[in-house]
């Protein structure tokens, strides 16, 4: 499995976008891009993939580098229920298990 | 749609007590897993369920069995439960979408074990 490095934690505004970055030097060209986040005392829940293109969807956008060897999820405008573990997975197409590492603890300041 | 439901929320045993965690999930989902989370970890995989009557160990598979009982539901049992087997547990049911995984979590089962 790929291996990912991101920050410890994050902090930001509400109402502010947010950047959150991940570096997954080692990827696969196969590999997609996957983010899951955390809220307190839940289990994770899917925000966002990609594979070489940048994605949009309701939640979040995730602009991927063209050498796909780093990541970034943008929250537009952060809002406190966005205070959560945020984490980065390169995941192999096809296979059934998901890596989850430490992630990012991102505080939203009211 | 209720999703991933597991029970119970919460648990204590005794060193050496057995008990099994249940998991179902009314998403028509052919895979299942279940995963373990420890204080300020990540989460790690110990079995995972590709389909019916199909199970896999994951990443931490050792003091645990698993069940696939049916489509809708997947159980994790502990015959002798140990200290260092105090987690929060999580099921979770995927389905292929176009060569990737989106997974679906519960909410957790919390256990103690003293």
């Known amino acids: 499995d790929a291996k990912t490095t991101q920050p410890n934690s994050m902090e930001s505004n509400e109402e502010e976008p947010v950047h959150l970055p991940c570096n997954h030097s080692?990827?696969?060209?196969?590999?997609?891009i996957h983010w899951y986040r955390q809220l307190p005392s839940q289990g994770p829940e899917y925000v966002i993939h990609g594979l070489t293109s940048n994605v949009n969807n309701r939640m979040a956008s995730l602009a991927i580098a063209e050498d796909r060897k780093s990541s970034t999820l943008i929250l537009h405008r952060a809002t406190l229920r966005d205070a959560a573990v945020y984490y980065c997975i390169p995941h192999t197409g096809g296979s059934e298990k998901l890596v989850f590492g430490k992630g990012m603890k991102l505080t939203v300041n009211p | 749609n209720a999703g991933v439901t597991q029970t119970p929320k919460f648990q204590v045993l005794k060193t050496g007590q057995s008990m099994t965690l249940q998991c179902a999930q009314d998403m028509n989902h052919n895979s299942m897993y279940w995963y373990r989370q420890d204080p300020g970890m990540g989460l790690r995989l110990i079995y995972y369920?590709?389909?019916?009557?199909?199970?896999d160990k994951g990443e931490v598979p050792n003091g645990y069995n698993v069940s696939r009982l049916n489509k809708r539901e997947f159980s994790l049992r502990l015959e002798s439960a140990a200290p260092s087997q105090t987690s929060v547990y999580f099921c979770?049911?995927?389905?292929?979408?176009?060569?990737?995984?989106?997974?679906?979590f519960g909410p957790g089962t919390r256990l103690t074990v003293t």
């Open positions: 369920s590709a389909s019916e009557g199909t199970t």
């Open positions: 080692t990827i696969s060209g196969t590999d997609y």
């Open positions: 979770a049911s995927s389905e292929a979408l176009a060569g990737y995984y989106e997974q679906y």
